[in-house]
């Protein structure tokens, strides 16, 4: 798998009409299979009264990301008409770490299998176009732990390196980093030396 992947910038909705039938793409960017079934699933919760919601999803999973977790359902429409469509947008635009819902409110003409696909299909890249695409590097979550007295010194760090972060003062001090994996080693290895072996690294 290679170091930089492309995904959505931004969650995004396109909505069009074809022959009565409304149907209403939903794009978000996810960084784990959970986030995206959860994703389909508060789609599915907020438009229960459609007559279908179309997912797909394309994850990086495993450890260091080295798989792709491609899934799709038709939800009810013809076999191959819905969720694969869907799905081939998002690989014939090599987009990763995105989930799709595609809602469709019947209106009463049948569009044929063909139809459905052309559909489906535009729906997504609609939400897609809308959203953004993006170049992205894969990244995973540190977390340090530190007294207070090491706080600034890993806080100095984390600034100059241009790392997101969030802080936690309590009785000691978390920080929840967001690190691309090319350079998680080197993070780790600068703050063990910078606090002496006393950073908690997770």
Known sequence: MSDTYRTVAASATAEFVV?????????RPVDSVSAAEAFVET???EYADATHNVPAYRVRAGDDGEFLREYSSDDGEPSGSAGKPALNVLTQQEI???AVVVTRYYGGTNLGVGGLVRAYSR???????RAGVVEERPHERLEITVDYDDSGTVRSI??????EFDADYEATVTFDVRVPLAESEALRDRLRSATSGRADLE
């Open 19 to 27: 022959q009565g039938s409304e149907f209403l793409g939903h794009v």
């Open 43 to 45: 789609v599915r919760e």
């Open 96 to 98: 990763e770490n995105c």
């Open 123 to 129: 729906a997504v890249k609609d939400a897609l176009d």
């Open 158 to 163: 984390l600034e100059s390196e241009g790392h």
